[in-house]
C-alpha cells in the first residue's frame, strides 16, 4: 500500500511537473496529488494485489506454454478490464466528476485507449514477470511499470488539456487580423 500510494503522488507531481500543470498559487503540488497518493494506497494496492493473488492461485504449479499463454490471456481480458474501469471511475471522481453520467462518460471515452495499451505492455510485462521474476515481486514490478506508463500518459492528457486551454483563452481574445493588419473575409461577414 505504501509502495502504490507513494508511487501514484509521485506521479501525479511528475507529470504535473513535465507538463507545466501548476495550480493557481504557481506551484506544481496540485489538490490531485494527496487524492492520488490515498487512491493508489487504498484501491490500487488491494485491488491489484487480490487480482494478482487470483491469477496466481488459478495458474499456481502450470509451467507449460499453454499455460502460461492461458494466463497472458486472462490477465488480459477479465483482469485488465476490472482494472482499468476502477482506475477510470476514480479518476473521474478525483477530476472532479459528482454525477453518475459525467463517471460513465469518463470511463466510455477512456476505457478503449487504456485497454489498448493494457493489450500492448501486459503480455509483455506479464510475460517477462513468468521468465525472470518470482511471483511475490509481481505487484511491485507492475507497480514500477504503471508508474511509468502512467506518468507518460497523465503528462501527455496534461499537456493537451493546457493546449486547449491557451487555444479557448488566447483564441477568445486575439482579433482575427491577418499578418496584413486588416480583418479577414470572416470579420467583414460577421463571424
Given amino acids: 500500500m505504501v509502495t502504490s500510494g507513494s508511487l501514484a503522488g509521485l506521479q501525479e507531481l511528475l507529470a504535473s511537473y513535465l507538463s507545466g ?12 496529488i494527496p487524492k492520488m497518493t490515498l487512491y493508489g494506497a487504498f484501491i490500487s494496492a488491494p485491488l491489484g494485489h487480490v487480482l494478482v493473488g487470483i491469477l496466481q492461485r488459478a495458474f499456481a504449479g502450470r509451467t507449460s506454454l499453454k499455460a502460461k499463454i492461458a494466463q497472458i490471456l486472462v ?17 473521474a471522481i478525483i ?9 460513465r462518460a469518463t470511463v ?4 478503449m485507449p487504456i485497454m489498448k495499451v493494457s493489450w500492448v505492455t501486459s ?3 506479464l510475460a517477462f514477470a513468468q521468465k ?10 507492475f507497480n514500477i511499470v504503471a508508474f511509468c506508463l502512467g506518468t507518460y500518459i497523465n503528462t501527455h492528457t496534461k499537456r493537451k488539456r493546457l493546449a486547449a486551454l491557451r487555444r479557448k483563452h488566447y483564441g477568445e481574445g486575439r482579433s482575427t487580423t491577418g499578418t496584413s493588419g486588416r480583418p479577414d473575409d470572416n470579420d467583414r461577414r460577421g463571424y
Fill in 108 to 111: 466510455k471515452a477512456g476505457f
Fill in 75 to 91: 490477465s488480459n481480458l477479465v483482469l485488465a478490464p476490472i482494472q482499468n474501469s476502477i482506475y477510470l471511475v476514480f479518476m
Fill in 132 to 141: 525472470f521474476l518470482p511471483q511475490e515481486t509481481w505487484v511491485p514490478f
Fill in 95 to 103: 477530476a472532479g466528476a459528482r454525477t453518475f453520467h459525467q463517471v
Fill in 21 to 32: 500543470d501548476k495550480n493557481k498559487d504557481g506551484h506544481y503540488f496540485t489538490s490531485r
Fill in 123 to 125: 503480455p509483455i510485462c
